[in-house]
């Protein structure tokens, strides 16, 4: 089945600066790649995602990246905010619907 | 999109009772649901797909005479945790995939054994 591995599992980066998770996945056949922040006790939220057909996506101060040559893809936040400090997790999605979390990345602004 | 809702938030029961979580697609009809466990400082790993009139789909390795599953209409999936014990406490969140491919996710039970 799908594995996907998720670093660095935690990052701390200074407020204004720019932060980058990277995920890589297994099965050649997932097609959709969507990151969530989760924050202490709330459910997963999706900040962005990006399908097989497309190499990136940019939403504001957020970027998606795809390489599926390589089998991987990374997150992207610029300017970083207090406000962005989570949990983030990227996920994949294989043929039979089921989408697979990576470990999780936990993101620190530091003001 | 697709608002789901799941009941009860919070729960704590006794080791060796059963508690059922709801999960509810309040706008959509879902013919598949599927059912995360996350323990704490940990990802999401999925437990079933819940299937609509017809038996859930076990991931390897999870339990289904413990964890029970109904899914008996297109709005309502039900996750039943039987003779509980403390290893069983976890958040347990549902899940929806929307009309174009987007997972919404309900807003998590979490269960506490003592």
């Known amino acids: 089945g799908e594995n996907v591995e998720q670093h660095p599992s935690t990052l701390s980066v200074q407020e204004g600066d720019s932060a980058v998770i990277k995920c890589t996945y297994s099965d050649s056949a997932s097609n959709y790649f969507p990151w969530y922040k989760q924050e202490l006790g709330k459910r997963p939220q999706l900040i962005i995602d990006?399908?097989?057909?497309?190499g990136e996506k940019k939403d504001q101060r957020i970027a998606v990246t795809l390489n599926k040559t390589a089998k991987h893809f990374s997150l992207h936040i610029t300017e970083t905010q207090p406000e962005d400090s989570a949990v983030y997790f990227c996920?994949?999605?294989?043929?039979?619907?089921?989408?697979?979390f990576g470990q999780g990345t936990r993101l620190t602004i530091n003001p | 999109g697709a608002v789901v809702s799941q009941h009860p938030s919070r729960v704590i029961c006794k080791s060796g009772t059963s508690v059922k979580i709801e999960c509810r697609s309040l706008?959509?009809?879902?013919?598949?649901m599927f059912w995360y466990r996350q323990f704490p400082k940990q990802s999401l790993m999925l437990m079933a797909t819940s299937n609509e009139g017809s038996k859930a789909t076990y991931e390897q390795g999870v339990e289904k005479d413990k964890f029970l599953i109904n899914h008996a209409s297109l709005t309502l999936s039900t996750l039943t945790v039987t003779s509980a014990h403390p290893e069983d406490s976890s958040f347990y969140i549902c899940?929806?995939?929307?009309?174009?491919?987007?997972?919404?996710f309900g807003e998590g039970s979490r269960l506490t054994v003592l």
């Open positions: 990006v399908r097989s057909n497309v």
């Open positions: 706008d959509f009809q879902a013919t598949t």
């Open positions: 899940s929806v995939n929307g009309d174009t491919g987007e997972l919404f």
């Open positions: 996920a994949a999605r294989t043929g039979a619907q089921k989408l697979v």
